[in-house]
């Protein structure tokens, strides 16, 4: 093969390899532009949109039709927390009992459900209730052409769709939150306590020893940084579904992988930034 044909071969890939960088690009400054336009826009959303806001919060704690009769995302987050507080019951007995400190499992407890645990789960749980269901939502009416509709009649599309959503993750997250500890707590002790058998007043001792006001807010705090990031990254994939229903199904797919890894991505840097390297203990008894 002459010089010539293999550099005219190498010059369409090398043509496809740039165009592949510069529409990644692309891509990752409509999002951040996406992002920005919604979350300046949640100030018209609170103000002009009330009442879709008020739904959207109904909608997403308590759920809608048959998910009503379960207590909807509440529910939902409730169970995962209460599955993975039993596990570090199970898992941290076993381990703590093979090196006789079992005692500590209340330490257990206290320390991982609130720094990684509980709000791990949790965002998970968002992702794939709330943010799933705001994707399908948004990119229903993209496909059939109502949120061109909405412009049409003066109203904000982005403000409308996707800041309500915004703002209505940021408040059902506080109490779905807050049952999402209170289910790891409760499963972790009913664990250890009545199905392993140790003493209640040991555990007890051991969880409100290593257990740190402070810490729980920066938990709160966590998880509301993810229930943003997950709202904005569903409500955009919605924003732009193409390709019919299909595309619809493919956006919510792609939304809920970008959801989950930003998720994790969140509560690792704001974990460093808020722990650091300090790894203290706090001991209240």
Request: with cysteine; hydrophobic share 50%; proline share 1%.
């Amino acid at each position: 093969m002459s010089v010539g044909s293999s550099v005219a071969l190498k010059l369409p890939r090398t043509a496809r390899a740039g165009r592949g960088i510069v529409d990644g690009i692309e891509r990752i400054g409509g999002q951040a532009q996406f992002y920005a336009k919604t979350v300046l826009s949640i100030g018209d959303a609170l103000t002009r949109y009330t009442g879709e806001l008020i739904r959207l919060i109904a909608q997403m704690s308590l759920g809608t039709g048959a998910l009503v009769m379960i207590g909807g995302t509440t529910a939902i987050v409730g169970f995962l927390t209460l599955s993975t507080g039993a596990l570090v019951a199970v898992q941290g007995y076993n381990q703590f009992s093979q090196v006789g400190v079992e005692a500590l499992i209340g330490f257990a407890s206290a320390f991982f459900n609130v720094r990684l645990i509980a709000p791990l789960t949790a965002g998970i749980a968002m992702a794939a209730t709330i943010g799933a269901g705001a994707t399908a939502q948004i990119g229903a009416m993209r496909i059939s052409e109502e949120i061109d509709a909405l412009e049409v009649m003066g109203i904000r599309s982005v403000a409308y769709l996707a800041s309500t959503r915004v703002a209505a993750g940021v408040v059902v997250v506080i109490p779905v939150y807050c049952v999402a500890v209170m289910a790891s707590f409760f499963a972790a002790r009913f664990g250890t306590t009545v199905y392993y058998g140790q003493s209640a007043g040991v555990y007890d001792h051991y969880f409100y020893t290593f257990l740190s006001t402070t810490d729980l807010l920066w938990s709160f705090v966590l998880a509301l940084v993810m229930a943003v990031v997950i709202m904005l990254v569903h409500t955009y994939y919605g924003y732009n579904a193409t390709g019919g229903p299909a595309g619809v199904g493919e956006a919510v797919g792609r939304a809920v992988r970008t959801s989950m890894i930003s998720a994790s991505v969140v509560v690792l840097f704001v974990s460093l930034a808020i722990y650091g390297q300090t790894g203290h203990f706090n001991l209240a008894g």
